[in-house]
């Protein structure tokens, strides 16, 4: 520990300055996703099973919605482009933009060189949480995913049931292809109704029992054709620890709904980022 210098008080009290001032971001037209959303029909329907995984498919103009059902539960959300995967969300720079956590009005973007919403959150029925007393508030763009490799590294064990093993698992079988190459997809989550923050003496990573209870949800409009994945997680409402069969763990519900025709033809889906991709050569 050095020794702090003279000055330390006032070099601490400089305020901070926002690193993306987001005022400029092309702002969602809410407005015209609830009227669209009011004429809406069910089209499908996936019920993924606890500690599980479960795809779904979503084209852009529709709206999906998670569910919890049956009991307190968490999921990590992967989202692709359906036709490229390639593009995926991308967590880091959803966080930079919006946040440690996001809520409606707020949206998932997609990685480089794409860089566009892939969907906007359009509900969200904890909207009322906030941040509590610890920090902590839901659906977090902050968290990796349980996995097997941490597991292994900090407890020596080998599971599978953990969330980028059970997406793992989902794409595999989505796609047709051999785990080995459904892996590399796998990236990093919104932790959907998950509780997290960090804590103030030592800035760690911490989780607590989700305010999730069944019939809670989260809605989002389709900005883009989406391949999703959802993993039911192994923490259950994430209480006191994941990686393990000892939480109690409940499915979790994506429906996906289609607006009426004619709802949607003053909204185009979102071009490609615009940056020339010369990279100053």
Request: with cysteine; proline share 7%; glycine share 8%.
């Amino acid at each position: 520990m050095t020794n702090a210098p003279a000055d330390a008080a006032a070099r601490r009290a400089v305020p901070p300055v926002i690193c993306y001032p987001n005022d400029t971001l092309p702002v969602p037209d809410l407005a015209l996703y609830a009227a669209a959303r009011a004429s809406t029909t069910k089209v499908s329907e996936v019920l993924v099973p606890a500690r599980e995984a479960a795809c779904f498919r979503a084209e852009a103009g529709q709206f999906f919605r998670i569910t919890s059902v049956d009991g307190p539960q968490v999921g990590d959300l992967n989202l692709w482009n359906a036709h490229d995967l390639t593009e995926r969300f991308y967590s880091g720079k959803t966080r930079a933009l919006h946040g440690t956590h996001v809520t409606t009005g707020e949206r998932l973007w997609s990685s480089f060189p794409h860089l566009r919403p892939m969907a906007t959150i359009t509900g969200d029925s904890l909207g009322w949480y906030g941040i509590d007393a610890f920090g902590g508030s839901v659906h977090d763009v902050i968290g990796t995913r349980c996995d097997p490799y941490t597991g292994n590294l900090l407890s020596g064990v080998q599971y599978h049931h953990c969330c980028h093993s059970n997406l793992t698992r989902a794409l595999a079988d989505e796609l047709g292809v051999a785990l080995a190459e459904a892996e590399p997809h796998i990236h990093d989550v919104l932790n959907v109704f998950m509780c997290t923050g960090f804590t103030r003496d030592t800035g760690q990573y911490f989780m607590k029992a989700s305010p999730v209870r069944p019939g809670d949800y989260l809605e989002f409009f389709a900005e883009i054709d989406i391949l999703g994945c959802l993993s039911a997680c192994p923490g259950g409402d994430c209480s006191s620890e994941h990686t393990s069969d000892t939480a109690a763990c409940y499915p979790m519900l994506v429906e996906v709904f289609a607006p009426a025709p004619g709802t949607l033809n003053s909204w185009q889906s979102p071009a490609r980022n615009g940056y020339n991709g010369s990279h100053g050569r």
